[in-house]
C-alpha cells in the first residue's frame, strides 16, 4: 500500500514539473512571437531589419565594439540580403532580452562596383565610425577609405584629401558569391575644427595598387546612433 502511494505521488510530482514545462515553453514561445522579449541577437536586429526597409537579412559577421566605447552586452553585426547591407548593433537587457538601436542599410539592388554606407556609433561622448559595404568588381583586390576636404574658392570647388585608411585595415567577408568588407575610419573633424566639409569615399584597387572604382562621396547610407 505504502508502495502504491509513493509511487502515486512520485507520478504527482512529475506529472506537475511536466504541466509547468509546458506552461514555461508557451509563455516562451508566446513573448517571442509576439516580440515582448527578444531571446536570441537576431530577433533584435529583426527591428533594424523593419526600420530600414532591407527585408530579412543574414549575417555575414558579428564583431564586439571597441573597448573605449565601454559598450558591455552589445555586438555589431553586418547583415546582408541580395539587395541590400545592413550595419546594426544589438545590446542585452533583462528585461527585454536583445534590441537594437538603429542601423545603417544600404541599397545593393542597382548595379556598381563598390556600395558602400558609413555608420558612427557613440557612447559617453566617445564614437566610433565604419565604412561598409559590398564589392561587386571582380577586379577589385583591396579597398581603403578616402577622406577629403571640400572647399569652395572663387565659385570653384577645391579637394584635398586628408588621409587614406591603409589597405591592411580593411576587413573582408566572403559569403556565397559576394564580397564584404568593414572599414574603422576616423573624423578628421575630431581634431580640426575648421574643415569646412568633408567627404568620405570607398576606393577600390586593383592587385597592382591601382584605383580603379570609387563610391559616391556621400555614401549610400549613414546613420549615426548615440547610445546612453
Known sequence: MKKTEQKTKLETRKHKAFRRTLVCLAVLVVFSVLHLYMFTPMQGIYYAETQNGTGRTHVVTRMLPPGELHLWGTLFYLTANENAVL??????????????????????????????????VGHEEVYVQYAFGRVDDPEIQSVAVSVEEVRYRTGEEVREELFRTEIEDARWFQKGDNRYFVIPVKDPRETNDDLERVTYSVVGLDTEGREIARSIDEWGAYTEVHMG
Not at 528585461?95 to 556600395?115: N, Q, R, V, Y
Open 87 to 120: 550595419m546594426s548593433d544589438v545590446q542585452f537587457h533583462p528585461l527585454m532580452g536583445w534590441f537594437d538601436t538603429m542601423g545603417a542599410s544600404l541599397d545593393c539592388s542597382e548595379e556598381a562596383a563598390i556600395h558602400a554606407g558609413r555608420w558612427s
